[in-house]
């Protein structure tokens, strides 16, 4: 997270949100079962036919469906959550470690290492590269890395930026 080798203490007065343009207060990540089927993976494609969605699959296979909706609570402005530290935080929101944050290694970045998106445009390249059996079983899948690289070269949006933050300490949006 830190480009430069620090202290523990300079490490633990750090603000882990700063400059952060918080993707994880502007969207739901909801776990999906891996598609196995030509009728699963078309399903994929019809959830994908709607505005604002993606699917994300990560290194060990996991699938998530993407919607990209900001929290209400969520001001965009300041880029803070406007009830932290009170009781209506959500208590995954309290409990979330910013330290090690998921969401900021896989989406302020133009390669993520730990997942892949997929918008209909990726999905129809990707969906190329897929082999059925004649029951409709997926057959053969590109493993991670490969279907990485058979989306890498597809723009896709929203598309996070680290920021320069004036974000003071006693703001950071999580515990």
Known sequence: MLATPTTFTQFSESNPCAGCPAPCCQMQLIPYRTPKTFMEVDHVR????????EMAVTTNGDWFYLRWAQCQEFDSEGCLCKVHHTPQQPRICFTYNAYDCW???????DAPPNLYRLNLERFNVWVQAILFDEAGQIAQAPPFEDAQAIVKEIAIRPSFQAQASTIALEDIRVA
């Open 46 to 53: 019809y959830l994908l036919l709607f505005p604002g969605t």
């Open 103 to 109: 969401y900021k290694r896989n989406f302020v970045t």
